[in-house]
């Protein structure tokens, strides 16, 4: 079992269609990530919060905002989604940014019709 | 972008015998780490080696790091078919956010 709590496990949604992925973790870690895993890739870097402050954005398209309400919560809002876009979003903790381990969640399977 | 690259990209072996999986790396690090990926499941955080130690254990895992070659790799030994997974190396520089290699996809067989 994950520390980590990502939902839904799973979304399919159309190109017009606008929804949120959400992630929870309760270990006192101050930083969160989003990463993005196609089939047979390693995660790739979207997004990391430091402190609830937005401190890293991999020259991700606009149609995917993050947003940190908390130093427990984590929400990716997705709109106007592509077809490519269609992954694996996996959600990770640490107890400070760039230097220890990840704590992951099991990722939303995510597939845009 | 990658910061590493493993190899093999895959490995296929029988359960009790041992699994070597190599990572390349380009830039100075703090550390390296090793993780494991369950089909369909998030990555679990295996084994971490500071750029100053040559070597460490953890169960029937064995991690080397030589950062004169900026290589690691990673030993499973014993293996047992629920070794079964993708392992990534990952690289700490201390100035952004994990780097993940290509992974090795291993296939333990019974």
């Known amino acids: 079992d994950t520390e980590v709590t990502q939902t839904p496990k799973h979304l399919v949604m159309g190109m017009t269609n606008k929804k949120s992925l959400k992630c929870e973790q309760h270990m006192g870690h101050r930083a969160m990530y989003w990463y993005k895993q196609k089939a047979k890739k390693p995660p790739e870097l979207m997004f990391v919060?430091?402190?609830?402050?937005?401190?890293i954005n991999e020259s991700v398209p606009s149609r995917f905002s993050p947003e940190c309400p908390n130093s427990s919560l984590l929400n990716l809002h997705l709109h106007a989604l592509q077809p490519e876009d269609s992954a694996l979003y996996l959600c990770?903790?640490?107890?400070?940014?760039?230097?220890?381990?990840?704590?992951f969640g099991n990722g939303t399977r995510l597939t845009v019709t | 972008s990658q910061q590493g690259e493993e190899d093999p990209q895959a490995l296929s072996i029988q359960e009790g015998e041992n699994a070597t999986m190599n990572c390349s790396y380009k830039t100075s690090i703090n550390n390296l780490q090793w993780y494991r990926q369950n089909s369909g499941r998030g990555l679990v955080h295996l084994i971490l080696?500071?750029?100053?130690?040559r070597e460490k254990h953890s169960g029937r895992l064995r991690v080397t790091l030589d950062t004169s070659k900026k290589s690691s790799s990673l030993l499973i030994t014993a293996s047992r078919a629920a070794d079964t997974a993708s392992y990534f190396c990952a690289t700490d520089t201390g100035r952004r956010a994990l780097t993940f290699g290509s992974g090795t996809r291993l296939q333990v067989q019974p």
């Open positions: 990770a903790s640490s107890q400070g940014p760039y230097n220890s381990p990840l704590h």
């Open positions: 919060y430091s402190y609830e402050k937005l401190s």
């Open positions: 080696i500071r750029s100053n130690e």
